[in-house]
């Protein structure tokens, strides 16, 4: 098993900003692990896991619940044209109603006419294990916004503890 952390440029406001992620091969799945919040930010994730892939992009996205309704559609639609399936959950409601931001998310996914699997799964260790499992070798799942190494740990430590324990070491 590898990690490798990796920086690179993403456009926000006219500005490039730094694209931080860690990348990990967990039994030829490649895994991209990134706190991924906007728009451009997940169209850059989604350039980058493309170029990874050799099967599909699979990914396991969120936003913070305190972006405007208009972000989170965009957000959406962003991540319903650069990945081939979804997982949305919810990382941080900050003041909105339980399946508030997934259901907008869900919504912008839609507007984009995205013809993957879309699925929701609102806690963020149950949706990277469902991700993950949706994987198989040669498949890239991308983990964004709430998504840490350690939430990646935890989401994997029932399943496949070994794994898990090797990651945590």
């Known amino acids: ?5 990796w920086r690179g440029p993403v456009m926000r406001h006219g500005r490039c900003m730094a694209l931080r ?3 990990l091969d967990i039994d030829g799945i490649k895994v991209i692990i ?13 350039r980058r ?3 990874l892939a050799s099967g599909h992009v699979v990914g396991v996205v969120s ?9 989170l559609l965009q957000v959406g639609a962003i991540c319903g ?7 949305i959950y919810e990382a ?3 003041g909105r109603a339980l399946g508030d931001t997934a259901r907008l998310l869900t919504c912008g996914v839609r507007s984009a006419n995205a013809r993957g699997r879309l699925h929701c799964k609102l806690d963020a260790q149950r949706a990277i294990r469902f991700g993950l499992g949706m994987c198989k070798p040669g498949d890239v799942l991308v983990c964004g916004c709430g998504a840490s190494l350690k939430t990646l740990i935890e989401a994997l430590r029932p399943a496949m503890p070994a794994v898990a324990q ?3 070491a």
């Open 81 to 87: 044209a650069g990945f081939d399936d979804l997982v």
């Open 92 to 94: 941080d409601n900050r």
């Open 34 to 46: 990134d706190d991924a919040r906007s728009g451009p930010a997940y169209a850059a994730l989604a």
């Open 49 to 51: 896991a493309r170029g």
């Open 1 to 5: 098993m590898k990690i490798i952390n």
């Open 63 to 71: 936003a913070p619940g305190d972006r405007r309704n208009e972000d």
């Open 21 to 23: 992620l860690r990348l």
């Open 166 to 168: 090797r990651l945590a």
